[in-house]
């Protein structure tokens, strides 16, 4: 697969880079499929695109790639503009912090390397997204309670936002985040004070394994919700 995955990359970039020219700055593959944790049929090809104009003019002739791109089931890649992108550190550092971790430069310059952070930043936009997402799980909890199937749905779609946040938390605590999924949750389950067992199912899930078919209102959800509920409290009471 991961042959397949690197031509699929590469293709991709080469066009971008004809079509583009001396516009492109930067493409790089970033998350799992940078990281060694990618799982044909679970996981997607995240890619970076920085520009030096990336107005709506200047993407008009890359336009057919990124709808092939899209068309072929991968996510839209992140287009910034390069004065953009070097003035988002204190917006995205979950996001940078993320990539700087893991990433694969395809094309251009490595733009990510270099870029600073701040753990203030950091645990502030840390604490919106915990917050904003736990808001819409408890939300999607609610609804999907009476079905075991729509529970399931809804703690393998969230799993991956959320291994994500464990890896800021884990940064913020001043750890570095294991890559393998059970030893992510394991470290931030202990320094968070959530119950690690809450995401026995969905880890398990992740690692290919036959789980349990859920039940309507299965106390595997609701201990998820509440490891998370456990987690935004845990950032909140954190302090830089």
Known sequence: MAGTRDRDV???AERLEGALGDDLVAVIL????????????RSDLNVLVVLRDASAEALRPAAAILADWTKAGEPAPLVFAEAEWRASADVFPI???????????VRGSDVITGLATTRA?????????????????????????????????LLLASAS??????????????????????ALVRAAAEVAGMDERAFDWVVGRLEGKVMPVLAPFDPAA????????????FVDETRV
């Open 10 to 12: 590469e293709r991709f």
């Open 30 to 41: 970033y998350g799992s499929a940078a990281r060694g944790t990618y799982v044909k049929g």
């Open 95 to 105: 996001e940078i912090e993320d990539m700087r971790e893991a990433h694969r430069l």
């Open 121 to 153: 930043d950091l645990r502030r936009e840390l604490e919106r997204e915990v917050r904003g997402k736990l808001l819409r799980l408890r939300t999607e909890y609610a609804a999907a309670a009476p079905s075991g199937k729509a529970l399931a749905r």
């Open 161 to 182: 936002t959320f291994l994500t946040l464990f890896r800021a938390t884990l940064r913020l605590a001043g750890h570095s985040p294991p890559r393998e999924s059970a």
């Open 222 to 233: 609701a201990r998820y919700v509440d490891a998370i509920e456990r987690l935004a409290r």
